[in-house]
């Protein structure tokens, strides 16, 4: 059985960049939708603490100024997309 969702007030900003990222991926804005919900629900894993610690020292990052320009880097990605 499925269920029907609604999101209300959508801001426009979000909406357009929404359509955009399904006209890119050749989808209409309902099936992208459905792949963001299916990715964040089947995708998502969780991490331990010793997993976590193993994952930061992989990526070798030596300073707070080399931190935060990863997280700068990753953030301005998520901005283009």
Known sequence: MSVNLS??????EIAEKLRRRAQRHHRSLQGELMTILRQSVYEERYLSPSELLAEVRASDLRTPDESAA???EDRDADLRR
Do not use: D, G, H, Q
């Open 70 to 72: 990863f997280l700068r």
């Open 7 to 12: 999101i209300k007030n959508v801001p426009e």
